[in-house]
């Protein structure tokens, strides 16, 4: 990380109340859940066409169960590192902080992040592909593949948002809202190829927020992020936090 683009995040946050984060995968990588695209990605060893879509839930619901349960029996005893502690953290530091996650496994609100706003879901919920019912089951492995409704005998799926599927309205409403509205967007751990959450940071940049990005390789984002912090968010955002309280509190 260049100590001189940290200051002048810093230097940028700390006179700020309205920030935004988004966060993907990498802040998660540190705490050893597997991201898609990396080296180790699960796009690399899984194809997304096969398990990631509505498609291949239809054709084959006991195959994209058997890899959600696996991934689901990775995540369980896995804890949150140091990234989303100081995500956490800046709930009370900041007058209006928002965390939008694209992550499924639950991780910011297990490191006490009281409002996330998950756009993909979340790994822990099921939800009735009848009914609509959404129930949160964190038993591991599942009894029964493919798990079943226990008031009509529905398939349950995974409550995330796979390929070609609409985010729920609302959550994505509020993402835009939040990112139009929020005078710096920090955009950590994530390749900013998945749309719309990819989007985010445009809108927040158009708006005139300044966009500071942490990922230890450049992405698409980085050519127009004010600010680019290679590095681990592991290690980043605890450096951002120490110089941010140094000029909050001096
Ligand atoms: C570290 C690190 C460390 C490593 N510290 N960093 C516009 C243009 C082109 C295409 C589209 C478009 N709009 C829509 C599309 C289609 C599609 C899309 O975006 N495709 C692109 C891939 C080309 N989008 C969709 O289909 C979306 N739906 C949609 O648009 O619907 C429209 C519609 C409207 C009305 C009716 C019907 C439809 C849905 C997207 C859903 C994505 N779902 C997944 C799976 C979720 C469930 C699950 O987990 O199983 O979401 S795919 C996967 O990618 C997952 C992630 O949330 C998402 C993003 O990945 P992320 O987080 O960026 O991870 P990686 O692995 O890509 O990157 C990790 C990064 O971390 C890397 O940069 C590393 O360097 C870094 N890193 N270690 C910090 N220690």
């Known amino acids: 990380m260049n100590e001189k683009s940290a200051s002048d995040a810093a230097g940028i946050l700390s006179g700020l109340e309205r920030v935004a984060v988004l966060t993907g995968a990498g802040i998660s990588a540190e705490s050893g859940v597997p991201t898609f695209r990396g080296a180790d990605g699960l796009w690399r060893q899984y194809r997304a066409e096969t398990l990631a879509t509505p498609e291949a839930f239809e054709s084959d619901p006991k195959l994209v169960w058997e890899w959600y349960d696996w991934r689901r029996g990775l995540i369980a005893p896995v804890e949150p590192n140091p990234g989303h502690r100081i995500l956490a953290g800046w709930q009370d530091l900041f007058a209006g902080f928002s965390l939008i996650t694209q992550n499924v496994d639950g991780l910011h609100a297990k490191s006490g992040s009281r409002e996330v706003i998950e756009l993909h879901g979340n790994i822990w919920k099921l939800r009735c ?6 129930s949160e089951v964190r038993t591991t492995p599942l009894p029964r593949i493919p798990p079943v409704c226990s008031s009509c005998g529905a398939l349950l799926r ?3 948002v796979w390929f070609g599927e609409a985010l ?4 994505l409403e509020r993402a ?10 920090l955009v950590v751990g994530t390749s900013s190829v998945v749309h719309p959450a990819a989007s985010l940071p445009r809108t927040a940049a158009r708006a005139g927020a300044a966009v500071i990005e942490i990922n ?12 680019f912090l290679a590095g681990k968010a592991g ?9 941010l309280r140094e000029r909050r509190c001096p």
């Open 129 to 134: 592909v009848r009914e609509g019912t959404v």
């Open 158 to 160: 995974p409550h995330v």
């Open 168 to 171: 729920d309205p609302a959550v």
């Open 176 to 185: 835009f809202d939040l990112s139009s509205s929020c005078q710096a967007m």
């Open 216 to 227: 230890p390789e450049p992405t698409p984002l980085t050519p127009d992020a004010d600010i």
């Open 235 to 243: 290690q980043v955002l605890p450096a951002l936090d120490r110089l």
